[in-house]
């Protein structure tokens, strides 16, 4: 499992930092991620946590959108590529 791989190689800190940002992501709107992630840094200051991406799923939402006849936008697909 590649986000195994990917704890076991960072320190407490980042682990907690890392799971609490995967966690309540999801549950905001595009417009609320900046002000998160601003939070977080703020709290975490000089803490780098690194985004883990998703490319085979956003590439199949980008498909499965086009094939049910819809326009892509990036927003739809990932927040941070709005």
């Known amino acids: ?48 946590c690194p985004r883990v991406g998703y490319p085979n799923f956003e590439a199949a939402v980008e498909t499965a959108l086009r094939e049910e006849g819809y326009v892509v936008l990036p927003a739809q697909v990932s927040c941070e590529r709005a």
């Open 1 to 48: 499992m590649f986000l195994g791989f990917i704890f076991r190689h960072l320190d407490a800190y980042m682990q907690f930092v890392f799971r609490l940002r995967d966690t309540n992501l999801p549950k905001f709107l595009c417009e609320d991620v900046p002000l998160f992630l601003g939070l977080t840094r703020d709290l975490f200051p000089g803490l780098d």
